[in-house]
């Protein structure tokens, strides 16, 4: 399993941000699904192939739908980082495996399986999204092979208006794609109030490649921050307060300097702005940086 998938999970799988999810992508906005009706269960599944041998499917996040106690429907949420040309045959796959286990545990009624793809790529998403589309199948066999349609949801290309729907954390990760997509220096100062702050930075760590979100964590008192733009007010004053965010002072250029680095490198941030916020010229910037091995 990726860092990125673990990454996912850990926000996702809060009741809060699940109910939000399937609320604005599938009923937009309306509260149908309320986050005191949904129950965690196992993302692992089996079935018996051609070889019979037992195989295992670890699905990303699964949650059943209840009304009071008794279960109505089954949602299930696969992450994507980049266009997987198989994703029809992965989802019929989970959930295949998921009517395969209701069958094997005995349900008396079978419960509908309904499974949805979160995409974060930058690029639109270009895969097939229809099983047919993924078979080189003869006209003439054509009207005898099922087809299967998936759900796919463009992280980082949801509306201003869809965004603006969300009531949990997913509101702030789904603004930083938003945002990251067009704007190339773009960071996270949005005043959302947030629950879950150390889930959103391992999330943001994680899929930018490298650990500056996550190393965040470490500066006094982060948890207790309400917003990402409180969060990023926070580092960058601790960072001046330790004398480590100039780049002037020998040994103590190493904190936000390094952060600044980082990101002027993997194009997140101007190196005009960055070097308007160590009060350096950008010649001066640049050499620090070359220095520092970017």
Request: charged fraction near 35%; proline fraction near 2%.
């Given at each position: ?18 109910a ?10 309306r ?43 089954l949602f ?23 009517y395969?286990?209701?069958m094997s ?41 099922n ?45 959302t109030?947030?629950?879950h702050?150390?889930?959103i ?43 480590i ?10 904190g936000i ?19 308007a ?18």
């Amino acid at each position: 399993m990726g860092e990125k998938d673990i990454t996912e999970k850990l926000l996702e799988d809060y009741n809060d941000v699940f109910a939000d999810i399937v609320n604005v992508l599938l009923f937009d906005g309306r509260e149908v699904v309320k986050e005191d009706s949904l129950e965690s269960t196992d993302v692992h599944s089996q079935y018996k192939a051609d070889d019979s041998k037992v195989h295992e499917l670890e699905r990303d996040v699964i949650k059943y739908w209840k009304d009071g106690n008794v279960r109505i429907a089954l949602f299930g949420i696969e992450n994507q980082t980049s266009v997987d040309k198989l994703m029809p045959f992965r989802v019929m796959a989970y959930d295949g495996a998921s009517y395969k286990s209701q069958m094997s545990a005995g349900y008396k009624s079978i419960l509908p399986v309904i499974t949805f793809v979160l995409y974060f790529g930058k690029e639109r998403w270009k895969g097939p999204k229809r099983l047919k589309e993924c078979l080189d199948i003869p006209k003439e066999l054509d009207p005898y092979v099922n087809d299967y349609s998936i759900t796919v949801f463009e992280v980082s290309r949801l509306s201003e208006e869809r965004i603006k729907l969300f009531k949990s954390d997913f509101r702030t990760v789904a603004d930083f794609f938003v945002k990251r997509r067009i704007y190339t220096d773009y960071m996270p100062k949005d005043k959302t109030k947030i629950r879950h702050i150390e889930e959103i930075l391992k999330l943001m760590s994680a899929f930018t490649g490298d650990n500056r979100y996550e190393n965040i964590l470490n500066y006094p008192d982060i948890r207790e921050a309400n917003n990402m733009c409180e969060v990023f007010d926070r580092v960058w004053n601790s960072g001046k307060a330790e004398g480590i965010a100039m780049g002037k002072t020998e040994g103590k250029s190493e904190g936000i300097a390094i952060t600044l680095y980082s990101l002027v490198h993997d194009g997140d941030l101007s190196i005009e702005k960055a070097s308007a916020r160590m009060n350096i010229s950008v010649a001066e910037f640049e050499k620090l940086m070359k220095d520092a091995g970017y």
